[in-house]
């Protein structure tokens, strides 16, 4: 009886005490400016503004990223993060706007679809080739969370 007692007793301890630490780390995690992104990361899920799936990271944290992988001079980074902040000024303006919600993705794609090719403008062929690769294997992931690629005609995927 006595023995029953303390496992209980011990079980019930573990588990007060490894509660709150798995939250504060699940909260640092998102927090940390080494988190995940979309393009580059193919072990977690891209964390940014929040948590997976919530919008695009920030631009310094996303020009780090380009810099770890394609080796960006400085010069290249200052070009890259104001693409990339210029971007995301576009993507906010888009947000509680009146557009319709085909609109509004039509337009954020466009969006993202001019930010990489500002992007690819300032790489050399060899970091262009990387970050082509890069941008193949987001596309590839996107393709698999949304179950396979879109249909011809066929509206977005709608999320609620």
Known sequence: MLKRYWLVLSAAIAFAVAGPLAGAQDSSAQN???SGSPATDQSAPPTGNGGPYHGPMDPAQRTAELTKHLHLTPDQQAKVKSTLERARSEMESLRGGSM???????????????TNAQIRAVLDPEQQKKFDRMQARQEERMENRRGGPPQEGAAPPQQQ
């Not at 319709?100 to 001019?114: T, W």
Request: charged share 35%; net charge positive; proline share 11%.
């Open 32 to 34: 940390s400016p080494a």
């Open 100 to 114: 319709s919600r085909p609109d509004r993705h039509a337009k954020m794609m466009e969006i993202r679809s001019n």
